[in-house]
Each structure stands twice: as structure tokens, then as C-alpha cells.
């Protein structure tokens, strides 16, 4: 089997708080992956790493089999893209100026981008905001914005922080079968969610975050036998132990 990415003994502390644990974890080639975990569990940290935007202090990172080093920034950069919680944009720029910035940065900007452009746009209903400046842009339109322009990177590995995190449930819909069609062309997809169900019908292989730990990964097949008798919440919550709820602090309720 062939790895997307491939992550060793990886740790990350603020101010001697550590927020990732000794992490390893590689994932498929050319699948959706979901990372699942409660909030502060170390999520956006790691994928801030992943992407480059974050140093850890421990371990490895291979991105399509080249260590994540400056000596390979710029290679490992031109294949990977990200929409992050919140988005990176820029805020004067109008939503075609960032889409086609952006492109031009990866080197897609090819003959059809507009055409791509208006199709994305107007599937995602944010066509009437192409040349509206993105500060004036509702949250779930920045979100599908930012999507938008991450899919015409034509990255190999896509990077999705919480990326239905205020967007609604027409676009949800659509942004998985987007996400879908990636994966059928060969595009890895990692996916950072708390949103459980989401994740359990979208992910092929999914793993639990817990406290800057792995707890475990759950491959398809392993999924479907844990599934034949409880749902991915039931096993999420066994993980990380929610006998501890605190729900005796509502008896007053």
C-alpha cells in the first residue's frame, strides 16, 4: 500500500503544555481520510502542521513519500492545498481575484479556469459574489469559497479543517460529492470533523483523537464489523471514555 502521508513519533507543545503526544499515523493513498476528536484535542494543530504552518518539536512528516523539510518545501507545497477554520483569504481581494491568484500561484491557471470558475461558483451559490470583495462575504461563503479554490489547484492531497463548519446542508451535500469525485481521481483527502456523522458516511478510513493521542484507527473493513452492532458515536465515545460526563452538575434541572 502506498501513503499519502506518513506521520512518526510526531509531538507539538506550547509553553510546555504538549498538545500532540508521540503521534503516528499514515494514511492511504488516494482516500478520505477523517481525523475525528472532541474539541482542544489537537485537530487544528496537526493539520496546522501538515501543511506547513506549524513546526513541530518531535518526529517525521512525509508528504507523498518526501520528508517534510525546506529542502523539499516548495515540491510538497505545489501538490498539497488547504481550507483552513477559519479560511486564509484576503480580505480586499473580490472572490474571482483570490480564485485566479491563487491558481496562478499553483500554475493552473490554464485556458478554461473561468469556465471551471463560474461552474464551481455557481454550484456552490456564491456566483452573485465573484467580483464582491471577500470581507463582505457571509462565513459559509468564505468557506465555499475557499473550497472552491482549493479544488482548482488540482492538489494530490487536499487539507480540510472542520469544512462544513457553518456552510448549509444543501452545500454539504454537494461539497461530498465533490469530495468524493476527488478521491475517485486519485486525490487524498484529509478531513478534520466533529461532526461524527458527517465523517462516518463520507471517510473510508478514520481515526480518533484524543488528549494529543491517537486512540485508534479504524480502517473500513474494521468499521464495518464495529458497525454491524453500534454507530461511529457509540465507538467514539467508548474511546475516549465519557463514563465521566459530569451530568450529575444538571440534577438541578
Known amino acids: 500500500m502506498t ?36 474539541n ?6 496537526f493539520i496546522g502542521i501538515l501543511t506547513g504552518l506549524l513546526k513541530q518539536n518531535t518526529g517525521l512528516v512525509e508528504i507523498n513519500g518526501k520528508p517534510m523539510e525546506p529542502a523539499n518545501e516548495l515540491e510538497i507545497k505545489k501538490e498539497i492545498t488547504s481550507v483552513l477554520q477559519p479560511p486564509l483569504l484576503f480580505e480586499n481581494f473580490t ?15 490554464g485556458s478554461d479556469l473561468n469556465d471551471k470558475i463560474n461552474s464551481l461558483f455557481t454550484y456552490f451559490e456564491i456566483d452573485e459574489y465573484l467580483y464582491v470583495t471577500i470581507r463582505q462575504l457571509s462565513s459559509g461563503s468564505r468557506k465555499k469559497l475557499a473550497f472552491c479554490t482549493a479544488i482548482l489547484t488540482e492538489p494530490k492531497i487536499l487539507f480540510l479543517d472542520e469544512p462544513f463548519e457553518s ?14 469525485k476527488l478521491r475517485d481521481n486519485g486525490v487524498t483527502v484529509f478531513i478534520t470533523s466533529h461532526i461524527l456523522e458527517v465523517v462516518e458516511n463520507l471517510c473510508d478510513d478514520i481515526a480518533i ?23 461511529l458515536n457509540d465507538i467514539f465515545e467508548e474511546y475516549i471514555d465519557m463514563r465521566d460526563s459530569g451530568d450529575e452538575l444538571l440534577d438541578w434541572l
Do not use: W
Open 3 to 38: 501513503f499519502a502521508l506518513s506521520v512518526k513519533n510526531l509531538g507539538k507543545s506550547y509553553e510546555n503544555e504538549d498538545v500532540l503526544k508521540d503521534l503516528t499515523l499514515d494514511v492511504p493513498e488516494g482516500s478520505i481520510f477523517g481525523l475525528i476528536g472532541p
Open 40 to 45: 482542544g484535542a489537537g485537530k487544528s494543530t
Open 95 to 109: 472572490s474571482y481575484e483570490f480564485t485566479t491568484y491563487v491558481c496562478e500561484m499553483y500554475g493552473t491557471a
Open 167 to 180: 456552510v448549509d446542508v444543501i452545500s454539504i451535500g454537494r461539497m461530498k460529492t465533490l469530495i468524493r
Open 209 to 231: 483523537l484524543h488528549k494529543g493521542k491517537i486512540l485508534a484507527y479504524l480502517d473500513a473493513e474494521t468499521r464495518r464489523e464495529l458497525q454491524k452492532d453500534s454507530t
